[in-house]
């Protein structure tokens, strides 16, 4: 059995700070492993490319936890961006291989 992703996002959007602006990264992941969850944590290190950002996907045993094989856990990320951030993609990666490539929405200009 193979792991499964559905609706991922990836957002940029107001934050309550000076000329800046938080990106958020959510999406579902399955289960293959009873007790697993998903975290998601910047790649280290980044590549070449500033338009696109690395993150990779790390499935973590919780103890005492009955998640089922077959469920899904929502793994999420956020960090704080430029007001001007050029971000186009983010890459989710698992054990070297990209799982998801996701465009990053901009927040929309006002009048």
Do not use: C
């Not at 959007?13 to 009873?34: C, D, H, T």
């Not at 005492?64 to 793994?75: E, F, I, V």
């Not at 956020?78 to 996701?102: A, C, G, M, T």
Request: proline letters at 10%; aromatic letters at 8%.
């Amino acid at each position: 059995m193979s792991r499964k992703f559905q609706n991922w996002e990836a957002s940029i959007l107001f934050a309550p700070k000076p000329n800046r602006y938080e990106l958020r990264v959510s999406g579902q992941v399955s289960v293959l492993n009873p007790g697993e969850h998903a975290t998601l944590r910047r790649r280290i290190p980044q590549g070449i490319n500033p338009d696109i950002l690395m993150l990779d996907l790390f499935m973590v045993p919780v103890s005492g936890d009955s998640t089922k094989p077959g469920a899904w856990t929502n793994p999420t990320y956020s960090e704080d961006v430029p007001n001007n951030s050029k971000l186009k993609f983010v890459e989710i990666y698992e054990d070297r291989s990209l799982v998801q490539r996701i465009e990053v929405e901009h927040p929309k200009k006002g009048p």
